[in-house]
């Protein structure tokens, strides 16, 4: 399945491929790329046939370099709002039910690296480098600000967005930021059996994980176990077909309902 110039999609074995498709241009993402990545993710969501999304960058250069900055007027404010057209990127990719996955293949700066954060899992190649330099060009991280000390130490957070520096993948996966560095040449692949491991699994099972893990952040131990949100899947038609194939020793066939 194809999109519009700046947005390749491909569905494949329950899996979507979401790919940046600005190479000449470092996959910066321009207002046509926010609006068609707001428009793709909301639609992909509503997907029963998609159980993972996976986004990343053509080419081998960078997944994402951010807001493109050729896209600001002659006073050098932006032309476009930073989340497209409805509602921002960044918080569309992270409310969405269905798992995510960054695909890191390359420079994944400023709004590349928000759009990673946003994503469930990261995975990277080993030439790849991540981090906001919105200091540098006088812009704001408003998203990453929030985002990255919660997954990494809160100190070090604060350094890369007080610097603008991106680190390597190294100590990237030293840090948890990502959670896999691979060779360039086997990073897709990889990537594809991670996202085929997910989706396997009961779609009912995984979204109420999802929404219990990040609607139970911040809150004290206690109320955190009293939530219950996401899907019910204690009295799904996928919780007795989980059980009966244990039993027959036989892969289960998931339906999400």
């Known amino acids: ?41 909301l639609e992909l969501d509503q997907d029963p ?19 493109d900055l050729k896209e600001l007027d002659a006073a050098g404010r932006m032309t476009h709002p930073m989340g497209g057209p409805a509602r921002n990127l960044n918080e569309v990719v992270l409310e969405m039910a269905t798992p995510t996955i960054a695909a890191i293949n390359g420079v994944a700066a400023g709004g590349g690296c928000e759009l990673a954060l946003a994503c469930d899992i990261r995975v990277a190649a080993s030439t790849a480098r991540i981090g906001l330099p919105e200091a540098r060009v006088g812009m704001g991280a408003n998203f990453g600000s929030v985002v990255l000390p919660q997954l990494i130490p809160r100190g070090v957070a604060l350094e890369l967005l007080y610097t603008g520096e991106l680190i390597d993948m190294a100590l990237a996966h030293r840090l948890g930021l990502v959670n896999h560095v691979f060779e360039p040449a086997e990073l897709m692949a990889q990537t594809a059996g991670l996202a085929r491991r997910i989706a396997d699994n009961a779609p009912l099972s995984v979204q109420r994980m999802k929404a219990m893990a990040f609607k139970s952040i911040g809150l004290p131990t206690a109320a955190a176990l009293r939530l219950s949100v996401g899907p019910d899947p204690y009295n799904s038609e996928d919780r007795l077909e989980g059980a009966r194939a244990f039993v027959e020793k036989r892969k289960p066939r998931f339906q999400g309902r």
């Not at 110039?5 to 926010?34: C, K």
């Open 1 to 41: 399945m194809a999109r519009a110039d700046d947005i390749e999609v491909r569905v494949a074995d329950q899996v979507a491929w979401v790919t940046i498709n600005r190479p000449q241009r470092m996959n910066a993402l321009a207002r046509a790329t926010f609006a068609q990545l707001v428009e793709v993710s």
């Open 49 to 67: 046939g998609v159980k993972v999304v996976v986004y990343t960058g053509a080419g081998e250069r960078a997944f994402s370099a951010g807001v």
